[in-house]
C-alpha cells in the first residue's frame, strides 16, 4: 500500500537560512510520481514540484530544490534563503497507477514557519 | 484558467441534516477529485471521476457520502445525516489525465456540523 511519512511536524527557522523539508515513501510500484505542496494560512493548495521514478535527477528551481534518492525512497525538499512568506504547511504527496486509474496519497504534512 | 471553484466556502449544519457541496474544477480537466482534510492532518482521498465515470471510493467512506459529475463537467458531493465527525475541510481538484500532471486543489468547503 502507498503510504507517505513526513516526520517533522513543526520546523521554525530564521529568515534567510536554508531549511530541508523531509519526506519517506512506500510503494510497491516501479512507476510512481512525487510531489510538494504548500498549503498557506490562506487554505489552497499549491502545487510546488514534481518527480517521477525514473528520473532521479536532483533540480533546483529558483530557491527551490529536491533531492530524490529511491535507494532511501525519500524524496526532501530545500527552501534556500527562507522568506517570511514561505510560512506554510508542506504536503509531500506519492501517486501510482491503480486499477481504477491514479491516486494521490498526502503526507501529514510538515508546518514551517520563518521568522523574520 | 480560472482554476478550481468550490461553493460554498463554508456551510454549518446541524447533526442530521443533508449537505451538499459543488466543485468546477479548470475545464479542460477530466479528472476530478474529492479529499477532507482535518486539522493538522494531510488531505484524505475519498473518492475520484474520470470523466463522468466515478472510478473510485476510499473505503472509508461511509454510504452517507455520496458524489456525481454528470456530463462530466461539475460535480457535487453530498452527505446525507450529518454527524459532527463530518466536520472538516473538504476539497475537490482536477488533473489531466496525464500520469504526471499535478492535482490543482480549489479553496475548499469548510463544514461545521453542530
Known amino acids: 500500500a502507498q503510504k507517505v511519512t513526513q516526520a517533522q511536524t513543526e520546523i521554525s527557522v530564521v529568515e534567510k537560512e536554508d531549511v530541508t523539508l523531509d519526506c519517506v515513501y512506500e510503494?510497491?510500484?516501479?512507476?510512481?510520481?512525487l510531489f510538494w505542496y504548500k498549503q498557506p494560512p490562506s487554505g489552497e493548495l499549491v502545487f510546488l514540484i514534481r518527480?517521477?521514478?525514473?528520473?532521479?535527477q536532483n533540480e533546483i528551481s529558483g530557491r527551490y530544490s529536491w533531492n530524490f534518492q529511491k535507494s532511501t525512497s525519500s524524496f526532501n525538499f530545500t527552501i534556500t534563503a527562507s522568506q517570511v512568506v514561505d510560512s506554510a504547511v508542506y504536503f509531500c504527496a506519492l501517486s501510482e497507477a491503480n486499477n481504477y486509474g491514479q491516486n494521490f496519497v498526502f503526507g501529514p504534512g510538515t508546518r514551517l514557519s520563518v521568522l523574520p | 484558467d480560472t482554476g478550481v471553484s468550490q461553493d460554498p466556502r463554508h456551510k454549518i449544519t446541524k447533526r442530521g441534516q443533508n449537505v451538499t457541496f459543488r466543485c468546477d474544477p479548470i475545464?479542460?480537466?477530466?479528472?476530478l477529485y474529492w479529499y477532507r482534510q482535518t486539522l493538522g492532518q494531510g488531505p484524505e482521498f475519498l473518492t475520484y471521476?474520470?470523466?463522468?465515470?466515478?472510478?473510485?471510493k476510499s473505503r472509508l467512506l461511509s454510504d452517507r457520502f455520496s458524489a456525481e459529475r454528470p456530463k462530466g463537467s461539475f460535480s457535487t458531493l453530498e452527505i446525507q445525516r450529518t454527524e459532527q465527525g463530518d466536520s472538516a475541510m473538504y476539497l475537490c481538484?482536477?488533473?489531466?489525465?496525464?500520469?504526471?500532471?499535478?492535482?490543482?486543489f480549489g479553496n475548499g468547503t469548510r463544514l461545521t456540523v453542530t
Open positions: 510503494t510497491r510500484d516501479t512507476t510512481y510520481y
Open positions: 475545464s479542460e480537466h477530466n479528472r
Open positions: 518527480r517521477n521514478s525514473f528520473d532521479e
Open positions: 481538484a482536477s488533473s489531466l489525465r496525464d500520469m504526471y500532471s499535478p492535482l490543482h
Open positions: 471521476f474520470q470523466n463522468e465515470a466515478q472510478l473510485e
